[in-house]
């Protein structure tokens, strides 16, 4: 997503440049992107100047979004889901309610597009990663 903003405007992004960029399988990004274009995050455009771009403005995506489209809600524990059957009495509920409440606020107040900048920043420094 951070590599599809930092050339969001231009042209598609290809699957071998971003695999090319971020040292990984062309087939690893490919159904990293299937997911995010399932998700309703990026677009695939076909054609010889085909590829992937963001679906919408970078500044409207939250890291939240990006982690539930690909990995599913944020639950940090199980009863953190009303499906729990000791949740009513449950000690420790609260606690992991208010630790993933503190992350989704983090994490919704993150957006791709101040990842892009940021990474724009380090990458023209020489020192870029986005390893997570």
């Given at each position: 997503?951070?590599?599809?903003?930092?050339?969001?405007?231009?042209?598609?992004?290809?699957?071998?440049?971003?695999?090319?960029?971020?040292?990984?399988?062309?087939?690893?990004?490919?159904?990293?992107?299937?997911?995010?274009?399932?998700?309703?995050?990026v677009q695939s455009h076909r054609g010889t100047r085909g590829g992937f771009s963001l679906a919408r403005n970078a500044g409207e995506i939250v890291v939240e979004e990006v982690?539930?489209?690909?990995?599913?809600?944020?639950?940090?524990?199980?009863?953190?889901?009303?499906?729990?059957?000791?949740?009513?009495?449950?000690?420790?509920?609260?606690?992991?309610?208010?630790?993933?409440?503190?992350?989704?606020?983090?994490?919704?107040?993150?957006?791709?597009?101040?990842?892009?900048?940021?990474?724009?920043?380090?990458?023209?420094?020489?020192?870029?990663?986005?390893?997570?």
């Open positions: 997503m951070v590599r599809l903003a930092m050339h969001n405007g231009s042209s598609p992004t290809t699957k071998q440049w971003i695999a090319k960029a971020e040292e990984i399988s062309s087939d690893y990004v490919e159904q990293i992107l299937v997911n995010l274009r399932t998700g309703g995050l982690l539930e489209v690909m990995d599913g809600p944020l639950e940090l524990a199980p009863c953190s889901s009303a499906e729990c059957r000791r949740s009513t009495q449950c000690v420790t509920r609260s606690v992991w309610s208010r630790a993933e409440n503190a992350l989704k606020e983090v994490f919704s107040a993150q957006t791709v597009e101040d990842l892009a900048e940021e990474a724009k920043l380090r990458e023209a420094a020489g020192m870029a990663s986005f390893d997570i």
